[in-house]
């Protein structure tokens, strides 16, 4: 199974301040015949369903805010929040479908100083 | 637009089978571009992928080890809908219980999520 892991598990920061979330998985999740990342990003805020925010590792969900954007390729990924705003308040988790069973990371928490 | 509809009981005793249904509206459970899925989270596992069906000219199905020798996921053709059913449950199934759409690999909609408790 591909073993994804977050870096930090929690952070907490400034209205505005930039937020920097890592995501790393034991093998790379780069798709040679596509050249596509199977890596998507999900947030989840409190009693809700995670929401997808970024697929193909860069590829912004539909009327998701352009303050979020995803990075990476092979097994090193990140996502940012340019200026992060109080409803960004939540758990953010990377995923990856490039091999079953699909896995994801533990999570990052993130949170308003 | 698509959405999914979760039914099922939240309490389950211990041995016995969790049961749970997810309704689909907006988009058919035959479609050729979509798998139909279930995850779990818990504070103790996380989100974790229980498996997937999914129409190709026929109906496939693929587990993960951990539960593949306790777990179906079947179709409803005559109620565009799909279930879950987990055998032998244990505390440790104790979870929220989501429906998912997947999409080229990522969920894209979600039910609204089923607290399923284990417990006599």
């Known amino acids: 199974d591909i073993v994804m892991t977050q870096s930090p598990d929690s952070l907490a920061l400034s209205l505005g301040e930039r937020a920097t979330i890592n995501c790393k998985s034991s093998?790379?999740?780069?798709?040679?015949?596509?050249?596509?990342?199977?890596l998507t990003w999900y947030q989840q805020k409190p009693g809700q369903p995670p929401k997808l925010l970024i697929y193909?590792?860069?590829t912004r969900e539909s009327g998701v805010p352009d303050r979020f954007s995803g990075s990476g390729s092979g097994t090193d990924f990140t996502l940012t929040i340019s200026s992060l705003q109080a409803e960004d308040v939540a758990v953010y988790y990377c995923?990856?479908?490039?091999?079953?069973?699909?896995?994801f990371g533990q999570g990052t928490r993130v949170e308003i100083k | 637009q698509v959405q999914l509809q979760q039914s099922g009981p939240g309490l389950v005793k211990p041995s016995q089978t969790l049961s749970l249904t997810c309704a689909i509206s907006?988009?058919?459970?035959?479609?050729?571009?979509?798998?139909w899925n279930w995850i779990r989270q818990s504070p103790s596992r996380g989100l974790e992928w229980l498996g997937r069906?999914?129409?190709?000219?026929?109906?496939?199905?693929d587990y993960p080890v951990s539960v593949k020798s306790r777990i179906t996921i079947n179709p409803d053709t005559s109620k565009n809908q799909f279930s879950l059913q987990l055998n032998s449950v244990t505390p440790e199934d104790t979870a929220v219980y989501y429906c998912?759409?997947?999409?080229?690999?990522?969920?894209?909609?979600w039910g609204q999520g089923t607290l399923v408790t284990v417990s006599s």
């Open positions: 998912t759409r997947d999409l080229s690999g990522r969920f894209d909609r």
């Open positions: 907006g988009d058919s459970v035959f479609s050729n571009i979509a798998a």
């Open positions: 069906t999914y129409y190709r000219s026929k109906w496939y199905n």
């Open positions: 093998q790379s999740v780069l798709y040679n015949s596509n050249n596509k990342n199977y």
């Open positions: 193909w590792a860069s």
């Open positions: 995923h990856q479908s490039y091999s079953s069973p699909w896995t």
